[in-house]
């Protein structure tokens, strides 16, 4: 797909995607209907962060959280506890005892991040203190941000507002530390390696992310698995623990779902749906049909 900021994080859920301006004509969204003996599963492929004056969903997913009674997310945003968030992040992404950011960089990488860091307004003495991995995170973060994307507008925020105004339940299908401890438990060569390339790709943000939006906003699940794929092989330590591995947790809990006398909107990061590992191909394993949505 080339250069992604960072590509990386296209499956993480605290970051998300560019947009490109709403495509008028009739075509194919990234939502799936799967039929269990009782309940339907809308399975959504999710962006997390939208621009404001392009916040528009496909219509699809509007009409599947109509028919839904449930909304599911990978964390239940509507009760995520903003300090419990914080205390994790103290416990788990922080440099400990005497280790310092500048020596485990070095010095020609420190000063890269810094400049780095410099040119998004991100205070270094903050960074100092984190581990690699957190670190290309916030400076993602960062970057969405200058470029006026934002996570208020994302798909799952979208659809919580909706539910919380009208009463609608809420669920996550893991925790804190299944969405994030796989970036902190990575060896610390790996988590240098993921801060390398954010530093690389984040020149190319826009221009790069509107090849993956515009996948996305056609439902054009070939791609959607090309991307993956290519990332996948480029660095499979980092896409187990980040998708793979989270699938394959997912997918009981998505399974029951189906048992249920009701229907479920299950909405996750787009590319855990699609390629070898993904949501979509798992379900045809276990002998579900899902049929993608216009």
């Given at each position: 797909m080339g250069r992604t900021v960072p590509r990386w994080l296209l499956a993480l859920c605290l970051l998300g995607s560019l947009t490109l301006p709403a495509q008028h004509a009739r075509a194919a969204a990234a939502v799936w209907t799967v039929r269990g003996a009782h309940g339907?599963?809308?399975?959504?492929?999710s962006v997390h962060?939208?621009?404001?004056?392009?916040?528009?969903l496909p219509a699809a997913f509007e009409?599947?959280?109509?028919?839904?009674?449930?909304?599911v997310m990978e964390m239940d945003l509507g009760k995520l506890d903003a300090q419990q968030l914080a205390s994790w992040i103290q416990q788990h992404g922080m440099l400990t005892g005497d280790t310092t950011l500048r020596a485990v960089l070095g010095e020609q990488r420190y000063a890269r991040l810094s400049a780095a860091a410099h040119s998004l307004g991100a205070p270094m003495p903050m960074l100092d203190k984190q581990a690699p991995w957190l670190i290309g995170v916030?400076?993602?973060?960062f970057q969405y941000l200058s470029?006026?994307?934002?996570?208020?507008?994302?798909?799952?925020?979208q659809l919580l507002r909706h539910a919380q105004a009208e009463g609608k339940p809420t669920a996550g299908l893991e925790t804190v530390d299944e969405e994030l401890g796989g970036l902190e438990r990575l060896p610390r060569a790996d988590q240098v390696r993921i801060l390398d390339q954010t530093l690389s790709e984040l020149k190319d943000a826009q221009s790069d992310m509107r090849v993956v939006l515009s996948a996305w906003r056609r439902g054009d699940a070939a791609r959607l698995a090309t991307l993956l794929s290519k990332e996948y092989r480029e660095f499979p330590a980092l896409y187990?623990?980040?998708?793979?591995?989270?699938?394959?947790?997912?997918l009981p809990q998505i399974e029951q779902f189906l048992r249920e006398d009701r229907n479920t909107l299950v909405v996750v990061g787009a590319l855990h749906l699609v390629g070898p590992g993904g949501l979509l191909q798992l379900l045809r394993q276990d002998g579900y049909q899902p049929t993608q949505l216009d």
């Open positions: 339907t599963v809308y399975l959504a492929g962060l939208l621009a404001a004056n392009d916040a528009t009409r599947a959280y109509a028919d839904s009674s449930l909304l916030e400076l993602a973060q470029l006026g994307y934002d996570p208020e507008q994302g798909v799952d925020k187990r623990p980040l998708v793979t591995d989270r699938n394959q947790h997912w």
